[in-house]
């Protein structure tokens, strides 16, 4: 791994992650993909060691770092578990948002238990309606008193049903198609009117508890509004999204790098008895190998570079970090094949770490924002075009 623009505090932050992967995730990665369960002992050990305070300001017990620390930890997680990765990376997500313009009140409620390793949060943000437009939610909110009233459904909520809080997008009545309506509230679980749909069962990222919530009348205290109504179309491409991207890019290129790593041991340890030679010794998987591991160390330094641009404020961050996702899409799924070729019937065997790791893969290019409106986004805003 890298060092090089690596803070002291970021390379201490990995190693400890990095050990809670191979001591808390790994031993449990193959049991919370086969049996779609929600990987608590590890999100609860990420809680206790601090990293869940990733973003929580030092001055309420936190590490109050950036994007860059972001994407190392979570590929650093991925090596152990996909799904503890992803639920530790939408967690952060969340935590950024509670903690951009928090007041005091929300500071006491959501980020101190944050950093004191009581809380997990989570994103619920997309729709079965718009799909991968996951901004411009079709829940509702209205005014009633000191709360406000929501009305309707959120699909694909990681932790859905184990987080203690949901940073969820609303507009009000009539405003549906309008953008610049997004508001960002926090719901606390077990609200009355929280109805969770069945457990969704994917192909892979299967631990993830990815679940559809219906909103039956839910009220919401007026203080868990997150900044200001209706002018948060800068929380989705300011906050939002570079958080998002940045999170789930370092998680896939964890999958990419552990997928190259099982399939390089493998390569030196299997050995055909009729030659005595190691199909490390076969000439042509040589190409194999240089190819996936040039892909993953490129993605790696793309990656960490939208990371840094977005963590400086540089008006080129976008343009990065679309590409980053777009890019560690395209990595993660052509690594985690060229592993399953070189691996042969081991990594083709039921449960084998390399078979998870490229069911896991597939999902890189559908989650929101897909590699398809990532690429619109990129080429408008290359020939100036806005995004919307």
Request: proline content about 5%; charged content about 20%.
């Amino acid at each position: 791994m890298p060092t090089t623009g690596l803070s002291p505090e970021i390379l201490k932050l990995r190693d400890l992650a990095a050990e809670v992967a191979l001591t808390d995730l790994r031993p449990n990665a193959e049991a919370t993909d086969r049996d779609a369960a929600w990987p608590a002992a590890g999100m609860k050990r990420l809680a206790e060691c601090g990293l869940t305070a990733l973003h929580i300001p030092r001055r309420l017990g936190g590490h109050e770092q950036g994007l860059l620390a972001l994407a190392v930890i979570a590929e650093e997680l991925a090596q152990g578990c996909s799904s503890g990765a992803m639920c530790f990376a939408m967690h952060s997500v969340a935590t950024k948002v509670l903690g951009t313009r928090p007041t005091p009140d929300q500071e006491e409620r959501f980020l101190r238990p944050i950093a004191e390793g009581r809380h997990i949060s989570s994103l619920a943000l997309s729709e079965p309606g718009t799909g991968a437009h996951f901004f411009l939610p079709r829940v509702q909110f209205r005014p009633d008193g000191d709360s406000y009233v929501l009305e309707g459904e959120k699909s694909f909520i990681t932790s859905g049903g184990h987080a203690d809080s949901y940073v969820l997008s609303a507009v009000p009545p009539g405003a549906e198609l309008d953008p610049g309506a997004f508001t960002c509230l926090a719901l606390e679980a077990n609200t009355p009117g929280m109805e969770w749909r069945q457990d969704w069962h994917g192909f892979g990222m299967r631990g993830n508890s990815s679940r559809g919530l219906g909103l039956n009348q839910v009220r919401v205290p007026r203080a868990n509004l997150l900044g200001a109504e209706g002018d948060q179309i800068w929380y989705v491409f300011e906050i939002i999204a570079p958080a998002f991207l940045i999170a789930i890019a370092g998680v896939y290129l964890g999958i990419a790098r552990a997928s190259l790593d099982t399939a390089v041991s493998h390569l030196k340890a299997r050995r055909h008895v009729h030659t005595g030679e190691t199909l490390s010794d076969t000439p042509v998987l040589w190409h194999e190998v240089a190819q996936a591991w040039t892909e993953v160390e490129a993605t790696r330094r793309l990656i960490y570079h939208a990371a840094a641009l977005a963590d400086a404020g540089s008006a080129q961050a976008p343009l990065a970090l679309f590409a980053a996702k777009i890019k560690v899409a395209q990595t993660v799924t052509a690594v985690t094949e060229t592993a399953m070729i070189l691996m042969g019937g081991k990594g083709y065997a039921d449960n084998s770490d390399v078979g998870r790791f490229h069911r896991d893969a597939r999902a890189a290019h559908v989650m929101a924002p897909t590699s398809h409106l990532l690429k619109t986004w990129l080429g408008r805003s290359l020939l100036g075009l806005p995004l919307l």
